[in-house]
Structure formats: structure tokens, C-alpha cells
Nanobody, 125 residues
Framework: VQLQASGGGLVQAGGSLRLSCVASGGTFRVYSIGWFRQAPGKEREFVAGIRRNGGTTHYADSLKGRFTISRDIPKSTTYLQMNSLKPEDTAIYYC???????????????????WGQGTQVTVSS
């Protein structure tokens, strides 16, 4: 499966952005989709994930309540709605896919098999 992330940009603190991740070349519903982010000089960190079976969602504890992950199966697209953005949310955001990931692996970047190219999110103060 190939992943194409988009929707990043420059936004002021307190603003919102919605990222999209379009999957192609595979059967979308068999994949769990995750969002990660990586700021300069930092490791890639888990943001949110939506599991293939039942669409259950999971979030980094620090982002609960501000970020929402969702999916549109007919469009093979996963969204990350980001509200009340802060300068510390500035990073490159990546989407990832896995057909076999289990719950305990969800937050581990190396557990995901397929990655998109990333989209830059910059939040100004």
C-alpha cells in the first residue's frame, strides 16, 4: 500500500488543521492507520491510531481532547483533525499503515510497515 499525506501548513497558535492520508494500492479496510510526528532533533512519536477491526481509536495521552483521528473507508482516507494547536505541535506529520499490528505495538514506530512522505505542520506563537 502507498500512503500520501497532505494538509499541513502554517497556522497560528490556537488554530486548527486537518491532515489527510490517502491509501492506494491495497485494500484499505485491512489496514490499521497511525499518525506520527517528528520535530527537529527529536524522535518520531506516536500521535494517534485507528485500528482496522472496528475502527477503535487510540491517542497519545498528551494529545487527547485536541486531536481526533477518523477514517472514510470508501475514500481510503484517514484524517487527523488538530484543534487548539500549540507551537510545540510543530513537526513533520507522517501516516503509517499496518495490516498486522497489535495493540501493544501501536505506539512503536518500527512496528508499522508502510509510511507516507510526511507533511509539515508549523504553528506560530
Amino acid at each position: 500500500v502507498q500512503l500520501q499525506a497532505s494538509g499541513g501548513g502554517l497556522v497560528q497558535a490556537g488554530g486548527s488543521l486537518r491532515l489527510s492520508c490517502v491509501a492506494s494500492g491495497g485494500t484499505f479496510r485491512v489496514y490499521s492507520i497511525g499518525w506520527f510526528r517528528q520535530a527537529p532533533g527529536k524522535e518520531r512519536e506516536f500521535v494517534a491510531g485507528i485500528r482496522r477491526n472496528g475502527g477503535t481509536t487510540h491517542y497519545a495521552d498528551s494529545l487527547k481532547g485536541r486531536f481526533t483521528i477518523s477514517r472514510d473507508i470508501p475514500k481510503s482516507t484517514t484524517y487527523l483533525q488538530m484543534n487548539s494547536l500549540k507551537p510545540e505541535d510543530t513537526a513533520i506529520y507522517y501516516c503509517a499503515a499496518s495490516s498486522g499490528i497489535i495493540l501493544s505495538q501501536l505506539r512503536i514506530a518500527s512496528s508499522w510497515e508502510h509510511w507516507g512522505q510526511g507533511t509539515q505542520v508549523t504553528v506560530s506563537s
